[in-house]
């Protein structure tokens, strides 16, 4: 788990954050703590703030106490009361409490399919019996004024396409390989996606926490780690950088730019310490008292520069097959099975498996099989080619 990254202005919890819990020994109780941060700091996209009740479940939670699904137990049980219930829809405590579990919940579960169904079993998931529209695709056209956009908003995609635009997106998305470019690359591609999924605003409400879901999930199927501890302090700037992602007016000199989202995803998957602060996207500029400059859309605050791990890492010049591939070539001893294989790493889903580890080891010549002329042979193993082995060998 990376080091968490603060930006005072958009700490959105008073109580005890579990970021203690950060620093535990047990690699898989820091993991379980950063997820539940994640899901905890989403909630500011919509302006929530989960209750101190959720927290200490969570507490429960990573301590062992309690499993994932016994918490949303707890929390639903806590909810049933009509005080407690009227209190907390004064301000939606009860629905940021409950998404934060139930996020947690997808983000610890080991199973994902890249598809656009995916994105709405999230949606549904996320918001069953808090929106009546959940899981449902938007029939109506939608405007949000953006303070980031000094009250102007995107254009998001019409509701009369949403279904079409997602499939066209998500072919797209599919025919790309992230196997074989550098970490730069990766992220510029990453966010352009993800920037697109959004700006199609496929839900009436909770899209930017659908989103987030869905990508961080995303990225684990495609074997990148990811420190998701990043949205708890950074929720709001990520939801800024996707609007300015998607927005451009000619006529005063702005343009859709995913510079900003792209410092979000290296902070996030290559441990860089970009400044991530709202204020450098407000168009026009910041003048430090919320009051924009008229100068097109050159800051007043300069954008810091990006932070670059060059001397640390070479990984924004290595190929991504270090992060999505590695695990395969580490698994493979001599001639193994594709179930043999899977089991290795730890992959249920079969498709999952075929699509981002072996189909383009395959293709990159890195992976052979015993039978190629028999390629669906029920007895057909899989082992490293010299250049597989020069590859493994490489990353020791």
């Not at 908003?153 to 998500?170: G, I, K, P």
């Not at 605003?201 to 899209?207: K, L, V």
């Amino acid at each position: 788990m990376g080091k968490t990254r603060t930006d005072g202005a958009e700490r959105n919890l008073g109580q005890d954050d579990l970021s203690e819990y950060l620093r535990a020994k047990e690699p898989g109780r820091a993991e379980l703590a950063g997820i539940w941060r994640a899901a905890i700091g989403l909630q500011k996209v919509d302006g929530l703030t989960p209750s101190a009740y959720l927290v200490e479940t969570a507490r429960r939670n990573i301590e062992g106490e309690i499993t994932i699904a016994e918490a949303g137990k707890i929390i639903g049980e806590y909810y049933k009361s009509k005080a407690v219930r009227a209190e907390a829809a004064k301000t939606r405590t009860d629905e940021a409490d409950i998404v934060s579990q139930r996020i947690t919940e997808i983000l610890a579960e080991p199973t994902f399919s890249f598809s656009p169904e995916q994105l709405v079993s999230i949606h549904r998931r996320l918001f069953d019996g808090i929106f009546k529209h959940a899981g449902t695709i938007r029939d109506y056209n939608i405007t949000k004024n953006e303070w980031v956009l000094k009250g102007d908003t995107v254009q998001y995609a019409s509701c009369f396409r949403l279904v079409e635009t997602m499939a066209f997106d998500f072919s797209e998305e599919k025919k790309f390989s992230y196997a074989a470019v550098s970490m730069d690359e990766v992220i510029r591609h990453f966010s352009k996606f993800i920037a697109g999924i959004w700006q199609i605003h496929p839900f009436g409400e909770g899209n930017t926490r659908t989103t987030s879901t869905f990508a961080m999930k995303y990225l684990r199927t495609l074997g990148f780690d990811v420190d998701n501890d990043i949205f708890y302090d950074n929720s709001y700037y990520f939801r800024n950088a996707l609007v300015r992602a998607n927005y451009s007016n000619i006529p005063k000199g702005i343009e859709e730019t995913t510079e900003y989202l792209e410092r979000f995803f290296r902070n996030a998957l290559m441990g860089e310490e970009n400044k991530l602060q709202s204020r450098f996207l407000l168009v026009g500029g910041w003048k430090g008292d919320s009051t924009p400059t008229s100068k097109g859309d050159a800051p007043t605050s300069k954008l810091p520069a990006p932070t670059s791990n060059a001397a640390k890492s070479p990984a924004s010049k290595t190929l991504a097959l270090s992060r999505a591939l590695r695990l395969l070539l580490d698994v493979l001893d001599g001639e193994m099975s594709r179930a043999k294989a899977m089991k290795a790493i730890g992959i249920k889903d079969r498709v999952t498996f075929t699509d981002y580890y072996l189909s383009p080891a395959l293709k990159l010549g890195l992976v052979e099989m015993t039978q190629p002329n028999s390629p669906r042979s029920p007895t057909q193993k899989y082992r490293l080619t010299p250049k597989g082995l020069a590859a493994k060998g490489g990353g020791k």
